[in-house]
């Protein structure tokens, strides 16, 4: 019965004074388990849902607010009432700023639940919300949250199928068509689009996304998300293996054409959300 009046779920950390993740000043909450496995992924400590060891502090290294129960461990269980008295400690900048809570993952969706609560309570505390998500996941879990999220963050990365098989391990259909949908129902959405030299930086990709976005006709922004390798250290502690360890971030330069691409479909271009 506790459960059910305070249920909990499974974060890796909470960013505080955010400013990537949606207007204004935020606090990220990211919860943990992912389906995907994009070979690019900055945070490979999200993708499995339960908490596991790090080889090495991970505690006050690599996460913000807080991880696991100790320096070494990689998440925790943490109820509603936990995460939400949290984020409600900086109210005061949401309000000053314009800006919420976001939560992000991993897939927040792959904890639908949690999620849904997460969301619940924030809207009934008056709180902006996002969420940010790579799209993949059962429309039934985003059916849930409509009318709880005031906007969402969504990850676009390669629209033709196979090629997101190969470097995402799973197919584009559920994702475009959820977004499909989710624009469809009104839901306010801003697309975000992973810059990974020589993978979705490829200009028939990019115009792919800019002609896929312009189908929808309510999507008028999109945020590029350059590449970086700070991730590299944490693959090596994890023991996984890190595929990409040759490749370089793009170039201003770069950035700069594939926004005149995108431009070119109407769409207003920002990079990491920000600038
Ligand atoms: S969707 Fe995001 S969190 Fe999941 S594997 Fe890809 S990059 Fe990592």
Not at 41 to 56: I, T
Not at 149 to 159: G, H, I, Q, V
Request: glycine share 10%; net charge positive; proline share 5%.
């Amino acid at each position: 019965m506790a459960r059910k009046r305070n249920p909990a779920g499974i974060i890796f950390d909470i960013i505080k004074y955010a400013v990537h993740d949606g207007p204004g000043i935020r606090t990220t909450v990211f919860l943990k388990g992912c389906p995907l496995r994009c070979q690019w992924c900055q945070n490979p400590e999200s993708q499995k849902v339960e908490p596991e060891r790090f080889r090495g502090v991970y505690g006050r290294k690599y996460s913000g607010l807080f991880s696991g129960e100790d320096k070494h461990t990689i998440g925790r269980e943490v109820s509603v009432r936990q995460v939400i008295s949290e984020v409600e400690k900086d109210r005061i900048f949401y309000d000053y700023s314009g800006g919420g809570v976001t939560f992000s993952g991993g897939e927040p969706l792959m904890q639908p639940g949690f999620l849904f609560s997460l969301l619940k309570e924030s809207k009934k505390r008056g709180m902006q919300t996002a969420v940010d998500t790579s799209g993949y996941a059962p429309w039934s879990a985003f059916k849930r949250i409509l009318g709880y999220s005031d906007l969402f963050l969504y990850d676009l990365k390669l629209m033709d199928d196979k090629e997101h098989i190969e470097y995402t391990g799973s197919g584009t259909d559920s994702i475009l068509n959820n977004l499909r949908k989710l624009t469809a129902a009104g839901a306010r959405v801003v697309a975000r689009f992973p810059i990974i030299p020589g993978i979705t930086d490829r200009p028939d990709n990019v115009r792919a996304v800019g002609s896929f976005l312009m189908s929808l006709k309510s999507i008028d922004t999109i945020h590029l998300l350059p590449y970086n390798y700070l991730c590299k250290d944490k693959y090596r502690r994890m023991s996984i293996n890190y595929p990409l360890k040759k490749l370089e971030p793009p170039s201003n330069g770069e950035l700069r054409v594939i926004g005149r691409i995108l431009r070119d479909y109407g769409l207003k271009v920002k990079v990491r959300g920000t600038e």
